[in-house]
């Protein structure tokens, strides 16, 4: 599955059918997900000054999902930019993918029979507890990261939502976290994108929190 889809299933309770932490950092996490997949695929890169990412492979690919968020990167933006281009409806197209792949089941309600709710099934979740150890491990030490966990990790860390997702003490997963978005598991194109998807996601979440906190000054 794409990295975006493991970390999706991280994000959800198997046990409430909901997901682990507020809409936002859950859309900014994976739009960064699924920047990482474009750099990996070779269609996304930074530009010679590395302040701005570009498309550098404009054709087509075999997976809609990913073509369709190449779409969206239309010139070349800044990271921060990137992500705020890719978070756009992303939970909704994650999890309609993992819907079509037989992987969990959305049921659509309604709380009071007024306001709209989703609640989230896993058909397969054996294949949820295999993923939660195996980046779990990681998370408290038990292993070292491969590139798939450790870009997992880091998303988690970028978003403040490791603790939310594993138990254990949070100040030593973070910690952990902060040393493993540091390490060398990943290739030069990817290290580079994560490191500024990290930013951009840190400061996405920083420009909506202000935003919600100064919504009703005027």
Excluded: C
């Amino acid at each position: 599955m794409m990295l975006a889809e493991d970390l999706m299933l991280l994000f959800l309770d198997e046990v409430a059918g909901g997901v682990r932490m507020d809409s936002t950092s859950v859309q900014n996490a994976l739009a960064g997900a699924v920047l990482l997949e474009l750099v990996d695929s070779g269609r996304v890169a930074f530009e010679a000054d590395g302040r701005k990412l570009a498309v550098v492979d404009p054709a087509p690919l075999d997976d809609e999902f990913l073509q369709e968020f190449l779409g969206r990167i239309t010139k070349p933006m800044k990271p921060q930019r990137a992500v705020e281009k890719l978070r756009n409806r992303v939970k909704d197209h994650v999890m309609a993918r993992l819907e079509a792949r037989e992987v969990l089941t959305v049921e659509k309600s309604k709380i009071l029979g007024i306001f709209p709710t989703k609640t989230y099934t896993l058909d397969d979740p054996g294949a949820v507890i295999d993923l939660r150890r195996q980046v779990g491990d990681v998370a408290q030490g038990y292993r070292a990261p491969d590139e798939r966990t450790g870009a997992l990790i880091s998303l988690l860390y970028a978003v403040k939502g490791l603790h939310k997702v594993f138990t254990g003490d949070k100040r030593e997963m973070n910690a952990r976290a902060k040393q493993i978005s540091a390490g060398n598991w990943a290739g030069v194109a990817v290290k580079k994108a994560l490191e500024a998807v990290h930013a951009a996601v840190t400061a996405a979440v920083i420009a909506s929190t202000v935003a919600a906190s100064g919504g009703g000054s005027s």
